[in-house]
């Protein structure tokens, strides 16, 4: 019995080093494109090639402290700790090679390092789940019901007149731009549901379920929502959402093989670009920028821009009725005119910069604490594996969009309904 749970503390701290490995390989990779691509590549966006020895070495010291600091929410909780990975993997990595690399401001660095701590308290909070369900028998069809009924409004507004070249990613942009002129009141709350929480969260309870002319069905719905749209992260939700059920058989397994995919994909990227021969590399600057340099960078824009001068919601609904916006114009359009000089261009800002633009550092702190909450909520569902790949989707949109436009728009607060009534697993007779 010994030699057994010896064994298994030793399988332990292997899967912990190996985790600990991977992400250290992108920290690195990541380092690189930053050197030979986006400082050079993409200057003229503000990246700059302004390498900092000392800022260097605190980043270095830092991810090593996130990374031991990481093994006691290793050892409580799996999800959890892949989760904080992913918050280090998209928020700390980049952040960090900004400051040390190009030599940017420490504001947004040490927030994102906060952001991340923060996270580490989400193991020892739990929260008591209502005792709400509806009969096993009827979640399925309930799923169905609500998706096809905030289907009808969709497709009474935007019916199959679609471009199926944005299937093939080209014309995105002349897709959205029509998109936008339809998208206005009700409609714009049921389109984000039904993309973001509703037809990611049915695939995937159909395919717990075995029930393939339903993911079909779904999957199809996804890629309509998709082709009126031009929106790519609705592009990807299915990819996500099925890579992440069928890749892996715990948290550690997945975010294992995510990882490792990541590296190989990294390694791949540049001989591909170099293949296709186009003027600027295509999938590198496609996705490694937009990914996660860019969020980074407008981070630094929105902190530089309102030092010493928070917004106080001013944007918001509700919020807006008591602090006027003293600008003209929306911020994100006001912060691309002020340091790219393209005021119709739209600077998302997500979880981090939108604490400090609204609150200054005090919503830093305040909306680390919810996310670590929220994550801490949906940590005491206890739902099944399967649906990981929709919390990965969480994580990005929050990389890029404000909290409270997350949980409404974002689909989180819906999801946290459905949850609580048709994913748990509890019976009712």
């Known amino acids: 019995m010994n030699l057994n749970m010896s064994s298994f503390k ?54 090593l402290s996130l990374l031991a600091a990481s093994y006691t929410i290793y050892s409580r909780n799996k999800f ?43 193991p020892y909070i739990s929260f008591p789940i209502p005792q709400v369900s509806i009969p096993t028998q009827y979640k399925g ?21 679609v471009n199926l070249n944005t299937l093939l990613l080209s014309e995105i942009y002349s897709t959205r731009e029509m998109f936008s002129e339809k998208l206005n009141g009700y409609l714009a709350y049921l389109y984000h549901f039904e993309a973001k929480t509703i037809i990611p969260v049915a695939l995937v309870f159909f395919m717990i379920h075995k029930k393939p002319m339903l993911i079909g069905l779904f999957v199809l719905i996804l890629l309509y929502l998709f082709v009126i749209s031009g929106n790519k992260l609705v592009y990807f939700t299915p990819m996500i959402v099925i890579f ?28 591909i670009d170099h293949f296709i021969g186009a003027p600027k590399p295509i999938l590198s600057g496609t996705f490694i920028n937009r990914f996660f340099f860019i969020p980074a960078l407008l ?54 910069s939108d604490g400090f633009m609204n609150l ?32 990965f989707s969480y994580i990005y949109i929050i990389l890029s969009a404000p909290l409270l436009t997350c ?17 748990n697993n509890k019976k009712v007779s």
């Open 10 to 63: 030793i399988k332990l701290t292997k899967d912990f080093l190996i985790l600990n490995a991977l992400i250290a390989v992108i920290y690195i990779a990541l380092e690189l494109y930053y050197h030979n691509l986006i400082s050079v590549t993409y200057n003229y966006m503000g990246f700059k090639a302004d390498f900092n020895l000392s800022k260097y070495i605190i980043t270095k010291v830092v991810f």
């Open 80 to 122: 959890l700790y892949s989760i904080y990975l992913l918050l280090i993997f998209f928020f700390y990595i980049p952040n960090a090679i900004l400051f040390s690399m190009g030599n940017m401001h420490i504001g947004p660095f040490v927030s994102n390092v906060f952001f991340v701590s923060v996270f580490l308290i989400t």
């Open 141 to 161: 069809t309930a799923l169905i019901a609500l998706s096809i009924l905030l289907l009808i409004p969709i497709i009474a507004t935007f019916k199959l007149n």
């Open 244 to 271: 992440f059920y069928y890749i892996g058989k715990d948290y550690i397994s997945k975010i294992s093989y995510f990882f490792l995919i990541a590296i190989i994909v990294f390694a791949l990227f540049p001989i």
């Open 299 to 352: 981070t630094q824009f929105y902190f530089d821009f309102f030092d010493g001068r928070p917004f106080y919601f001013a944007e918001t609904h509700f919020f807006n009725q008591f602090v006027k916006s003293p600008y003209d114009m929306r911020v994100g359009f006001l912060i691309t005119k002020v340091y790219w000089g393209a005021p119709t261009a739209f600077a998302n800002n997500g979880i981090v």
């Open 360 to 391: 200054g550092y005090w919503g830093v702190a305040l909306f680390s604490g919810i996310f670590a909450l929220l994550f801490s909520f949906f940590n005491s569902l206890k739902l099944h594996i399967g649906y990981y790949g929709i919390f």
């Open 407 to 423: 949980i409404i728009t974002g689909g989180i607060l819906p999801f946290i309904l459905i949850a609580l009534t048709i994913l």
